[in-house]
């Protein structure tokens, strides 16, 4: 199947999570990702996570539907080289240090110049410009400065970070969706242009309107762990035979169902009852007849109740529940994909169903450089030249 990128060419100079991302996002559906690793120093990914057999699990996942090549940057046929490939490319993707390209003699100006139609994509911790621009930047660092670890947590407890690459991911996500702008706008100007992603920005944008409050009202939002600090119910409970499960009524009706549900009408009547504030003034005595109520009953009985209910309940899942969960398959939320180095590999499937060209997984990550002969090729580079590079590392 060919997705809606199909025709459209990444280049991708990155490590580890946000901008290879993005890229997996773009090759997902139908774009050609040419991710270039470094001769001798792979893509930090690979050894990052679970491994099976030494090959690491979330690289066949970060690289997927991408054509593997090595190739050495710093050095000027290694630049040369990548300004060849941009000069045919859509797209180009990288996450150095501000300065770096530039100092490579492949930056913005010298890419521009080899092609003026090029979207350049820089996703760094603290963006382009700036005081920090310069400093080492990291999911952790941005989960801390956008303000998520303060908003994380139980009210007596430290700040919490999230157990994933959360930052990573909201930033990938962005970056994907800035580079199909950019890639719009050249459509209609027929110029490329720069988009600079930090990672400190796009989960700030996810935390909703903590500045506005502090601005318009000098009000934080507290730690509430899984409480909500505009509605309630809304937590997790356990079930007499020891499962969790997630209940959340961000709406009025759904509190009420399940106040109903649990034996408590009487809350529902109520004056405060009608606010999610006002259920929030209450949430000690709302939380304990539901959390009650669970406790008493299995899980399955639970969720039965709540979905006669129509009331909005979830089991907690691990991976083995997800895999075996109906909703799961019969959305087709995971694919099988024929690997060489592993064989049949389960993984995430594309992030969206679109119904006319709906994106697929053709292959895992491969080894490291497995298409540099392919791709090179591509651009003029005959065998006798890639051998030389070979020899001298540039390859």
């Given at each position: 199947m060919?997705?809606?990128?199909?025709?459209?060419r990444v280049v991708e100079a990155a490590t580890l999570f946000a901008a290879p991302l993005a890229g997996m996002l773009l090759g997902d559906y139908g774009a050609d990702v040419i991710k270039i690793e470094h001769p001798r120093r792979v893509d930090p990914a690979r050894g990052h996570g679970p491994a099976k057999e030494g090959v690491g699990l979330w690289f066949k996942t970060l690289a997927r539907n991408k054509r593997?090549?090595?190739?050495?940057?710093?050095?000027?046929?290694?630049a040369d080289l990548f300004l060849r490939l941009a000069a045919d490319a859509d797209v180009v993707i990288e996450n150095f240090r501000p300065g770096t390209l530039e100092r490579w003699g492949i930056g913005p100006a010298e890419l521009r110049a080899a092609n003026p139609r090029l979207v350049l994509a820089r996703v760094t911790g603290f963006g382009?410009?700036?005081?920090?621009?310069?400093?080492?930047?990291?999911?952790?660092?941005?989960?801390?400065?956008?303000?998520?670890?303060?908003?994380?947590?139980?009210?007596d407890g430290?700040?919490?970070?999230?157990?994933?690459?959360?930052?990573d991911g909201v930033a990938a996500l962005a970056t994907a969706f800035a580079i199909m702008a950019a890639l719009r706008a050249r459509d209609e100007t027929g110029s490329g242009q720069v988009v600079d992603t930090s990672l400190?920005?796009?989960?700030?944008?996810?935390?909703?309107?903590?500045?506005?409050?502090?601005?318009?009202?000098g009000e934080l939002q507290p730690r509430t762990g899984n409480l909500s600090s505009h509605n309630a119910p809304r937590n997790v409970y356990r079930t007499r035979d020891g499962s969790w499960v997630a209940v959340s009524a961000s709406a009025t009706s759904i509190a009420e169902r399940v106040l109903r549900l649990v034996g408590r009408a009487d809350l529902v009547e109520e004056p405060w009852f009608e606010t999610g504030d006002g259920r929030v003034a209450h949430v000690e005595e709302i939380d304990g007849?539901?959390?009650?109520?669970?406790?008493?009953r299995d899980r399955d009985e639970v969720l039965a109740a709540f979905e006669d209910a129509q009331a909005a309940i979830a089991p907690i899942y691990d991976a083995r529940d997800v895999l075996a969960d109906p909703q799961f398959e019969a959305l087709g939320s995971i694919a099988t994909v024929e690997d060489v180095e592993l064989g049949p590999l389960r993984m995430t499937n594309v992030i969206a169903r679109l119904s006319g060209t709906p994106g697929a997984i053709r292959w895992a990550g491969r080894a490291h450089g497995a298409n540099t002969a392919e791709v090179l090729a591509e651009v003029g580079v005959e065998a006798e030249e890639l051998e030389r590079l070979r020899s001298e590392g540039i390859v």
């Open positions: 060919s997705g809606p990128l199909q025709g459209v593997l090549i090595t190739l050495d940057l710093s050095q000027p046929d290694g382009q410009t700036g005081p920090y621009a310069g400093r080492a930047g990291f999911g952790t660092l941005a989960e801390a400065m956008s303000g998520f670890a303060a908003l994380n947590g139980e009210p430290p700040p919490l970070l999230p157990p994933l690459a959360l930052a400190i920005e796009p989960l700030l944008t996810l935390l909703g309107p903590q500045v506005s409050a502090w601005d318009q009202l007849a539901v959390a009650g109520w669970i406790a008493d």
